[in-house]
DNA sequence: GGCCACATCCCTCTTTCGAGGGGTTGGCAA
DNA sequence: TTGCCAACCCCTCGAAAGAGGGATGTGGCC
């Protein structure tokens, strides 16, 4: 083995036991190195302009800028830029968007170190990580649903409990479109009811709460 | 100072990231020690009966037996025991089945590690451990909400969207009654209805999905 | 025994939902 | 050009939802 530069990882999690793990794990394998832990995406960002890492390690949930938002900004100032989404949910929505937002690789905290580590490798290498049970989903599920962006602003309406009628003042359409756009996301989610139509979009981390 | 025997502590976590962290914590403090790691709840009762550690760090959400179910198994045979919850999220009715499954702290897991370790050693110690924050709203949502196990029954089924005939089919009892405990709940959970009330009951740890 | 919380059942009435149809526009791609 | 689709608007109609009342039985608590 040739003893090379060693990998600069930039770190960007809001919890600290998760950064502690992260921290721990690097420091097993020779050739990495930790340069910078962020604590959220507006920092993530910041970090990632100031020190250049060679990969950074990113949560997808966090306050202020969510991963998918920091690794969008990020992906459009530097699209060599490799970033590793890490998380705990595997709402398909959510892989979807951290792909588009320009991760290479995404990885659920479940994973243990082995198989955490050749992700890293990976990454920083420039190439793709998926793991195959996601991706083979990914695939399948993206004949059906896809929600339209404004279909999407409306379930976030529906999650708050407001009634057509609000909804349709809140985003400046008729109650009649409302309706509309309804009748599609139940039959898209292939659901009963607006209120199984929010829980379902949760569970596949189409909208959030809060 | 004088030297006494470490802290033994037993950590239940399903993250490998989050379990690292821990560990890595509890290394930069001498006078403790991990002794045992659980990945979910069944596991962490199982290691507590055989190591009898003298401090549980357990997390609240884990497959197959959650962390108040643990709490709650290990607490009825040893009423001794000493469960730090740690947890992500900060629903009230999680804290508050936390504290009565026999948990003598709660901590989230966005605190640093000079949060956390100050809650270890009280928690070890036999103290208890709040954080100020959550026991005043504690206390001052006891007053309010506190729903009815029925009510909460109702809800579960609300979330999986079916219609008030059908949950009254589901839990045998006649569609007026199943609008009565509704009104109850739109009452307490103070909502405009049915899809709010599931929101704000997932965002209270009052129901989960899946 | 009185009080209260819980759970159950019953009825009325207005509003809202959700399913079913009808349509126009603008953009984009084959 | 033709087609497709998102987004918008319109109308009807039966079935739910939710607010308002009232009522009964049970069990604990002081």
């Given at each position: 083995m040739k003893p090379t530069s060693p990998i600069r990882i930039l770190i960007a999690d809001d919890h600290f036991v998760v950064r502690m793990g992260l921290l721990a794990l690097v420091k097993t394998e020779p050739d990495m190195e930790v340069i910078g832990?962020?604590?959220?995406?507006?920092?993530?960002?910041?970090?990632y302009e100031r020190l250049q890492p060679d990969l950074v390690l990113m949560d997808l949930r966090m306050p202020r800028k969510d991963g998918i938002a920091a690794t969008a900004e990020i992906h459009a100032k530097h699209p060599q830029a490799r970033v590793l989404m890490l998380t705990t949910y595997d709402g398909d929505t959510d892989i979807h968007r951290a792909i588009s937002a320009g991760a290479r690789g995404y990885v659920l905290k479940?994973?243990?170190?082995?198989?955490?580590?050749?992700?890293?490798r990976a990454v920083a290498a420039g190439e793709k990580w998926i793991p195959k049970?996601?991706?083979?989903?990914?695939?399948?599920?993206?004949?059906?649903d896809e929600l339209t962006p404004?279909?999407?602003q409306v379930l976030e309406q529906l999650a708050k409990g407001l009634a057509n009628k609000e909804i349709a003042d809140v985003l400046k359409i008729t109650e009649y479109t409302v309706k509309d756009h309804l009748k599609n996301i139940l039959g898209k989610l292939q659901v009963a009811d607006r209120t199984e139509a929010v829980t379902v979009a949760l569970q596949r981390g189409i909208i959030r709460l809060h």
């Open positions: 832990e962020a604590s959220d995406g507006t920092q993530a960002v910041e970090m479940q994973s243990t170190g082995d198989e955490l580590i050749p992700a890293l049970e996601i991706s083979s989903r990914l695939a399948s599920r993206k004949l059906f404004r279909e999407v």
